[in-house]
T-cell receptor
Framework: AQTVTQSQPEMSVQEAETVTLSCTYD???????LFWYKQPPSRQMILVIR??????QNATENRFSVNFQKAAKSFSLKISDSQLGDAAMYFC????????????FGQGTRLTINP | EPEVTQTPSHQVTQMGQEVILRCVPI?????FYWYRQILGQKVEFLVS????????KSEIFDDQFSVERPDGSNFTLKIRSTKLEDSAMYFC????????????FGPGTRLTVT
């Protein structure tokens, strides 16, 4: 079974600075999808960014980018120019392309933005 | 923009009572999911539903749980006899039939069992 590990329970960063959240995963599949979700205090799950494993190019969405290292099974999220609204729980998630395609989540990292 | 909706936003129930959590997935979506998040913990998969049947379920999804798509729009999660440990946020999600399609999450229902 696939597992996702986020080793940083909490992170903090100064406003306008850059922060990187770590995620590793374990799988025997060669093709899969990886995601970062943001969960603000409202607890809504908001998709931040996705990466297809077959793509070598790292995904970017405005201030958010990933460093996808397939051989190392690592998928980190970089947030540039951090804003107060970025404060939230961030969850890394894995999804197989087969079967029901359920999401397997990591434990989450709570990100605090210091003004 | 279409979105997944869930009702109620918060449900308080007594231990042993039955609850039904309701979801309206996006209209052209074919795959439906329920996830659970106990406060302070990670989001966990409960069950997936496709073509009017369960396609996969987790160990959490025991005989106390059931899902149903009673009509063309609603997708429900029933807990027959709630326990204190069922207190959690329950998220519904849906996606199209396209391989690799996004799962869109609803806002969640907070279930409190007293």
């Amino acid at each position: 079974a696939q597992t996702v590990t986020q080793s940083q329970p909490e992170m903090s960063v100064q406003e306008a600075e850059t922060v990187t959240l770590s995620c590793t995963y374990d799988t025997s599949e060669s093709d899969y999808y990886l995601f970062w979700y943001k969960q603000p205090p409202s607890r809504q799950m908001i998709l931040v960014i996705r990466q297809e494993a077959y793509k070598q190019q790292n995904a970017t969405e405005n201030r958010f980018s990933v460093n996808f290292q397939k051989a190392a099974k690592s998928f980190s999220l970089k947030i540039s120019d951090s804003q107060l609204g970025d404060a939230a729980m961030y969850f890394c998630a894995y999804r197989s392309p087969e079967g029901a395609q359920k999401l397997v989540f990591g434990q989450g990292t709570r990100l605090t933005i210091n003004p | 923009e279409p979105e997944v909706t869930q009702t109620p936003s918060h449900q308080v129930t007594q231990m042993g009572q039955e609850v039904i959590l309701r979801c309206v997935p996006i209209s052209n979506h074919l795959y439906f999911y329920w996830y659970r998040q106990i406060l302070g913990q990670k989001v966990e998969f409960l069950v997936s539903f496709y073509n009017n049947e369960i396609s996969e379920k987790s160990e959490i999804f025991d005989d106390q749980f059931s899902v149903e798509r009673p009509d063309g729009s609603n997708f429900t999660l029933k807990i027959r006899s709630t326990k204190l440990e069922d207190s959690a946020m329950y998220f519904c999600a849906s996606r199209t039939g396209t391989g690799g399609a996004e799962q869109y999450f609803g806002p969640g229902t907070r279930l409190t069992v007293t």
